[in-house]
Each structure stands twice: as C-alpha cells, then as structure tokens.
C-alpha cells in the first residue's frame, strides 16, 4: 500500500473540507443557491470521486495495518459526509449547526488518518 498516496489524498480532501466550508459561509451570508451545473455539480464530483477512492486505498491499508483508534466504518462515514458537506455547501438553507457538525466530523478522522500516516511514514 502506498502510504504517500494517501497521504496526499487526505490532504487533499482536508482542502476540500476547508473550501466547502468556506462556501458555504459565502452562500449563507449571501443568502442565494449557486448554479448547479456551472458550480454545484463540479465541485462535488470532483469531491465524490476523490472520497471514495480514498475510502477504498485507507481501508484496504487498514487490512494491511492496524491503525489507532480508526475503523473502516469511520472512513466511508468520512467519505459520505465530505460528499455530502461537497453538496449541502451550496444552498443556504442548510442547517448550520447540521453542516459545522459534518464538517468537523470529516476534519477528525481527516487529521486522524494524516496524523497515522505521516507517523508511518517515518
């Protein structure tokens, strides 16, 4: 398994967590939607593919070894929220609380999984 690979990948889904709430701080205090084909849908492919990708090469390093205090299950609920987030950020009518909460809970096992990796890294 290559661990720089998910290395990058963390830290690049890490960014899209930081963008997404950004976003979504810019959507709120407008107070409109943003176009869905020219902003929504693009956004939250690219966020999609990258999760799941990561969810599959994190879990199959899991396998390989053990990581602490992670679970798969936390990964793909990570890989589910971070799409979700991806999406949500975009409409104002979002519940904040809901959103800063999902944000937060992908950040966590974001820097959980950055954190084993680098320290296996080494």
Do not use: C
């Not at 690219?46 to 090469?57: K, N, Q, S, T, Y």
């Not at 205090?69 to 809901?98: C, E, G």
């Not at 959103?99 to 950040?107: C, L, M, P």
């Amino acid at each position: 398994m290559d661990k720089s690979f998910i290395l990058e990948q963390t830290k690049k889904l890490i960014e899209y967590n930081h963008r997404a709430d950004e976003i979504f701080e810019q959507v709120k205090a407008e107070g409109k939607e943003r176009d869905f084909y020219s902003e929504v849908k693009p956004f939250a492919d690219d966020v999609h593919l990258l999760a799941r990708e990561w969810a599959e090469a994190v879990k199959s390093w899991m396998k390989v070894e053990s990581l602490s205090y992670l679970y798969p299950l936390q990964v793909d609920q990570a890989a589910d929220n971070i799409s979700n987030v991806a999406i949500q950020a975009f409409y104002p009518k979002t519940s904040l609380s809901r959103f800063k909460s999902h944000v937060q809970s992908v950040e966590f096992t974001l820097q959980n999984i950055l954190r084993e990796a680098e320290r296996k890294l080494k």
